[in-house]
């Protein structure tokens, strides 16, 4: 059940590069949270009406040295909203409405090893699924694609981890091009495998990797990204087409039905 509360920034931290990573206390919240579900933000007083929506990076647990109770959220300045959530020090107060939408599904089978693409600041919300699938499924394999080697943010975090392969646009790290390359390479070599995947990036990655996954007849879930007025189902701002039955077209909002979608769902 969604709770909307009033709390103070814990920590706001400088990742480079225009990434940050907020901290605040949340522990009832926390407590029946999923990865890839998201808040809505906002900034009392500010001169930002609306409240912006932001993936759950860290839950209790995610991080071993942040304490108890505390989640954490990845964002990256792009415009007026971020900037103001960039310039708050410990002590502002925010206020936070969530757990909204639906968040990852886990493996049906304990063999089966996830595999997670993540494009830029869509790495927001692997931190906490990562930890929520230790010791309980095969390591994961991760393609983590970015513009440049400065935007692969928590790089180091996620290579501890987790099998780590990295494709950058300029050639900074990793492969020279886009995140789909080694990941289709990837694919091609572990036929033999179980596989699911999840992804979360800007969508023509997303449309990309849904496609190589059904191509290979794989399950992948896709946390979308939308621009959103109140996060709850009501102003119909983030809504896409989905499959219905037969070759019926519909809609679903990104906040309720998503931001977690099954790629073979989704009608783009």
């Not at 927001?124 to 230790?134: D, E, G, N």
């Not at 180091?156 to 990793?174: I, K, N, P, V, Y």
């Not at 091009?177 to 572990?190: C, H, K, N, Q």
Request: with cysteine; glycine share 12%; hydrophobic share 40%.
């Amino acid at each position: 059940m969604p709770r909307d509360i009033t709390t103070a920034v814990l920590a706001n931290t400088d990742l480079g590069a225009g990434n940050w990573l907020l901290e605040f206390g949340a522990p009832e919240m926390a407590a029946g949270m999923r990865p890839a579900q998201f808040f809505m933000i906002g900034i009392p007083g500010s001169a930002t009406i609306l409240r912006r929506p932001y993936s759950v990076c860290g839950l209790p647990g995610t991080f071993d040295d942040r304490p108890h109770g505390t989640v954490q959220v990845l964002y990256k300045v792009v415009g007026q909203g971020t900037r103001l959530l960039a310039s708050l020090a410990p002590g502002a107060r925010i206020t936070v409405l969530g757990p909204l939408g639906n968040g990852f599904n886990e493996p049906d089978d304990a063999e089966t090893t996830p595999v997670l693409v993540a494009g830029g600041i869509g790495s927001a919300p692997f931190p906490a699924w990562i930890s929520k699938l230790k010791d309980r499924f095969p390591p994961p394999l991760m393609f983590y694609g970015a513009a440049g080697a400065d935007d692969l943010v928590l790089a180091d975090w996620f290579a501890e981890r987790t099998e780590l392969q990295t494709a950058t646009d300029d050639g900074s790290a990793g492969t020279h091009g886009l995140v789909t390359e080694p990941l289709s390479r990837a694919l091609d070599r572990e036929r033999d495998r179980k596989l699911k995947l999840y992804a979360c990036g800007p969508e023509p990655m997303l449309q990309a990797v849904g496609k190589i996954a059904g191509e290979r007849g794989l399950t992948c879930e896709l946390s979308l990204e939308a621009h959103m007025a109140c996060g709850f189902g009501v102003c119909l701002g983030c809504v896409v087409p989905v499959r219905r039955d037969g070759d019926e077209v519909g809609y679903d909002r990104v906040c309720l039905e998503g931001p977690v979608m099954d790629a073979r769902c989704l009608a783009w």
